[in-house]
């Protein structure tokens, strides 16, 4: 299985067999085109851009083998500031993300307490 970690830009956190994603440095969220185009952005709609974001560079950084069946294991985890909200929905994401790719995906959601669930400046 492939792993990846989402952390803020500066954090410390870090895993010891798996990949980090940093946001706004090696993960792009779509932050700022969001912003332009609609203004001033929420907590939820951070955490989602941040999980598209996730989602699509694991799946970018993940190898695929040579024949059709061959299916990737893939394990990411992000941490929202939204969690109450959003942790109820994981099993549906996973089982999509698995539909739409083929692979195994595992998304796993953690709580980010540094951000309030209040609007984004």
């Given amino acids: 299985m492939t792993e990846y970690l989402v952390r ?11 990949r980090v994603f940093e946001i706004g440095r090696s993960l792009i969220t779509g932050e ?14 951070m955490d989602l851009l941040t999980i598209g974001g996730a989602v ?10 040579e024949g059709e069946d061959y ?9 929202v500031a939204n969690f109450a909200r959003l942790h109820p929905l994981i099993s549906d994401i996973n089982r ?6 083929d692979d195994w995906w595992s998304l796993t959601l953690l709580p980010n307490t540094d951000k309030a669930e209040l609007l984004q400046e």
């Fill in 8 to 18: 803020a830009k500066g954090s410390e956190i870090d895993v010891a067999d798996g």
């Fill in 32 to 45: 700022k085109d969001f912003r332009k185009e609609f203004g001033a952005i929420t907590s939820l709609e």
């Fill in 56 to 65: 699509f560079a694991a799946d970018r950084a993940t190898e695929r083998g």
């Fill in 71 to 79: 299916q990737r294991a893939i394990a990411v985890e992000v941490p």
């Fill in 96 to 101: 999509l993300l698995r539909k739409l790719s």
